[in-house]
Structures are given as structure tokens and as C-alpha cells.
């Protein structure tokens, strides 16, 4: 393979962002908030969002609302969001319980939940805005090319696959925030370890003969966790999860019957299951990188961690890490990627990043386990939880987004 041309001297920027999801375009934003250049890769072409902004109904915590607010993005919203007043989780068949409220932690709201199409159009409609933005789109990540000159110069090349063929920018500091299966993190050589949950989560949106009223329900059984979202349209969000194995035969099923299997699973705590609209299918897994930072370079939301979706966390926890690296690079302006800057980052990250990884294994190994001798272990963790002050004031800080060193933007409505 012949080596990439030099990037000419104009395709240069401080920092250069590879994708342009949820993390990378709220990474993005904050970026222009504070004054730094930025060159944004996406792979999807213009007039298409990414993918990932699909039906999938996102929980945004506490501390997500105030930053997208503050950050403009969430006043861009059409439709109505849903608010998360009460937490409710409870096991098929054990006697442990949860009922949380967010009243009795002086909130109106444990946060709220939204369609992650609609805040794909909303993180949209923000980047136009941008005046210090370069978006480079369709532009696939490559790889990393030589420098011209000396290694000293102090930067990097991203070589990226264009609409009119191969082009490469330099940049002092490259972000990874292309994904689960991230070809920055690989191509920095950054290992990562993976876990397949062996579930399959089916998401759509379900009316009931109750219409939402503020309570999130999260059902665990042993074959994959039930959740109703409480949306802002009358609709729950339904996330169904299911054994691997028995994928492809609830795929199949017709509307009916899939249903009539949910209620079957949940129960009758909201009434009658009504109808259900499409449904999409994720094969869960996690994925964790064994480093965030690497020389010149920072991976970020999915490209760093890959949680299962139980606890809500893989987006609120990306943003943490997109806001805290803006923090760390307006602390290093001059050299954005300096050694100092990442170490920064990395540090700040790590209370933050363990226990949410922690706490959204934990609730998944409690919907995955079946043997009996775990059941009741199980179910004593849920009875424990709601009869310790102290232990669910933690989990609801957790919830609300407020672990380790909290980015600012995330404590106040208004920054
Ligand atoms: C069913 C489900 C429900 C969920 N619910 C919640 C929830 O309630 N709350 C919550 O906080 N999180 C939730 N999550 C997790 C959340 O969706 C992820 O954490 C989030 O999407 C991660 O954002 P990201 O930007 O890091 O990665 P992604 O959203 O995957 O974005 C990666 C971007 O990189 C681009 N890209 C990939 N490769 C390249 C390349 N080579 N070159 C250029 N661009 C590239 C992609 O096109 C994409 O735009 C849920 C996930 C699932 C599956």
C-alpha cells in the first residue's frame, strides 16, 4: 500500500473528532461553546444522521438535562419528553423490590426520556450553528498516516475515506468517538475487553390502557431485563430483553403476540398492553477499553465503554466524558494534546467510569444468572436496597449522573 499524500497545510485543526454520534456531536458542541477549532468526521453522508439516532428511547439523567440545556440541544427538541418521577424495580417472581421517588430527593424528576432520533435532529439543528466546526462527512476513519517532518511537530494525521476518495488532516489531538467497535481505539492500539450477555433487547413503543404517569419500570427476569420508559407522547418506551437463542423467534412473532408476551412478562401494573409499534433488535454486549488515552489521542463514549443499556447509562456516562475532556483541553488551549491534558482526563475519568460500569453489571448479571442458587441472593440485594437510606441515596446520585468528579455543566441548569 502506497503512503498517504501530506495533508495539505490547510487541513489542519486543533482537535479532529471522529464521529459524529451522540459523544462526538455533544463533544463537538462543547468545544464551540468554549472557542477551539474542530474537525469532525462522520462517516454518514451529509442529509442522513448517523444510524444510532434511531426509535431507541434514551433515559437522559439529571445531570445530561442540565448539560444539553446549557448547551443549547435540548430546547431543540419537537417532541415532548417524558418525565422519570418515579423508579420502580422489581424480579419476576422473587419478593425483593424498589421504589424510588424522586420527591423524597427534593426533584420533580429523576431526569427524562427521550426518542434519540428526535435529539439526533435536535444535536443537529445545534452543529449549524457552529461557527468554529469543519464537518467532514461522508468520512470514514482510515487510519493514522506519517507526519511530514519531524515526529516533534506534535500532532497526528487521520487518513479518512471521502465522497471523492482519500484525504488526511493533522490535528494535535484525535478523539476517538466512532463507536462500540471503535477503529480509532484499535488503531491506536488500545486493547479492549469484550462480554457478550448472550441477550438480544427488543425496543418499541407501547400504549397501555394507563398512559404514562412519571413511573419508570425496570422488570428482571432471568432471560433479559423489561423496562417501561414513561415518553412524553402518551407512549411507553418497551425494552424487551431476551435470551439470545430466542431471538429470531420473537422477531417473528406479529404484534398480537408480542404483546400479549409482554404483558405476560410485566404484568398488569400499567392495565391492558394496547398495541405496539415497530420494533428494533440490539445483540447486547460490553465492550471496555483498557485505556482511554494513548499519545495524542482520547477515546470517548462507546469507543471507551460499551454498558448494557439496563441501567440507562452508555449516553449519559459518553457525555461525562466529552464534557470532562473539554474541561481538560480549556485547561491546556495552547497544545490541546499535550501529555499533561490527557493525563488530566484520564484521572478525572476513572471513579466516574469503574462504578457505572460496575452498577450496569450488576443489574444485568441480575437479569442473566438463572441458577436458583442466585435467585434469592438476588432478590435479598433489591430488599436490601430498599431498606438502606444511605445504599439507594447512592444509587440515586448514580442515576441523576452525578459520580466521581462531575463535569460543570452537568450541576447547573444554566452554566
Ligand atoms: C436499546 C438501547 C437503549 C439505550 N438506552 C440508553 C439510555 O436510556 N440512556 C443512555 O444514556 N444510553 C442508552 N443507550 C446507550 C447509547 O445509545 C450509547 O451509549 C450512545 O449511542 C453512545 O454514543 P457514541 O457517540 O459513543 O457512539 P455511537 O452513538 O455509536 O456513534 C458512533 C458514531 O461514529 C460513527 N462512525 C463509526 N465508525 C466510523 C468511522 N470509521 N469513521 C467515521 N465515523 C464513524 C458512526 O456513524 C456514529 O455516528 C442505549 C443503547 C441501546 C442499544
Not at 463507536?179 to 441477550?199: K, W
Not at 425496543?203 to 412524553?232: I, M, N, S
Request: include cysteine.
Amino acid at each position: 500500500m502506497s503512503a498517504p499524500a501530506p495533508p495539505p497545510e490547510g487541513l489542519f485543526h486543533p482537535i479532529a473528532i471522529v464521529g459524529g454520534g451522540l459523544v462526538g456531536a455533544s463533544l463537538a458542541i462543547a468545544l464551540d461553546r468554549i472557542g477551539v477549532d474542530v474537525g469532525l468526521l462522520e462517516a454518514a453522508p451529509p442529509g442522513a444522521l448517523p444510524a444510532v439516532f434511531d426509535q431507541r428511547n434514551l433515559s437522559f439523567a439529571e445531570a445530561t438535562v442540565h448539560a444539553l440545556t446549557a448547551l443549547d440541544v435540548l430546547p431543540r427538541l419537537r417532541a415532548p419528553t417524558g418525565a422519570i418521577a418515579r423508579i420502580h424495580i422489581s424480579r419476576r417472581g422473587d419478593f425483593g423490590r424498589v421504589a424510588l421517588n424522586a420527591a423524597d430527593y427534593g426533584r420533580a424528576a429523576f431526569g427524562r426520556v427521550v426518542v434519540a432520533r428526535d435529539f439526533g435532529d435536535a444535536l443537529e439543528a445545534k452543529l449549524q450553528t457552529l461557527s468554529r466546526l469543519r464537518r467532514y462527512r461522508p468520512a470514514r476513519f482510515l487510519g493514522f498516516g506519517e507526519m511530514a517532518g519531524t515526529a516533534s511537530d506534535g500532532g497526528r494525521v487521520v487518513r479518512a475515506q471521502g465522497a471523492d476518495g482519500e484525504f488526511a488532516l493533522r490535528a494535535k489531538l484525535v478523539v476517538g468517538a466512532d463507536g462500540t467497535a471503535s477503529g480509532v481505539r484499535d488503531a491506536l492500539g488500545i486493547a479492549s475487553d469484550a462480554h457478550d450477555y448472550l441477550q438480544t433487547l427488543f425496543v418499541a413503543r407501547l400504549r397501555c390502557e394507563r398512559a404514562p404517569d412519571g413511573t419508570a419500570y425496570e422488570r428482571l427476569t432471568d432471560h433479559g431485563p423489561t423496562a417501561l420508559l414513561p415518553r412524553g407522547d402518551g407512549h411507553y418506551g418497551a425494552i424487551h430483553g431476551v435470551a439470545r437463542d430466542e431471538a429470531d423467534a420473537v422477531a417473528a412473532l406479529d404484534d398480537a403476540a408480542y404483546v400479549e408476551r409482554l404483558q405476560h412478562v410485566f404484568g398488569w401494573r400499567v392495565g391492558r398492553m394496547l398495541s405496539v409499534g415497530p420494533r428494533s433488535a440490539y445483540p447486547i454486549a460490553r465492550v471496555l477499553a483498557r485505556e482511554i488515552v494513548a499519545s495524542r489521542a482520547a477515546v470517548i463514549g462507546n469507543a471507551a465503554q460499551t454498558l448494557h443499556p439496563i441501567g440507562a447509562q452508555g449516553f449519559n456516562l459518553g457525555l461525562r466524558d466529552a464534557l470532562t475532556l473539554a474541561e481538560c483541553i480549556a485547561e491546556h488551549r495552547a497544545d490541546p494534546g499535550a501529555e499533561a491534558a490527557l493525563a488530566r482526563y484520564a484521572q478525572r475519568r476513572r471513579e466516574d467510569r469503574e462504578r457505572t460500569i460496575a452498577f450496569s453489571d450488576g443489574l444485568a448479571r441480575a437479569t442473566s444468572n438463572p441458577g436458583s442458587l442466585m435467585r434469592p441472593l438476588r432478590s435479598l440485594g433489591l430488599f436490601a436496597l430498599d431498606r438502606d437510606d444511605a445504599l439507594r441515596a447512592q444509587v440515586v446520585a448514580g442515576a441523576m449522573g452525578y459520580r466521581g468528579d462531575v463535569p460543570a455543566l452537568c450541576r447547573a441548569e444554566v452554566a
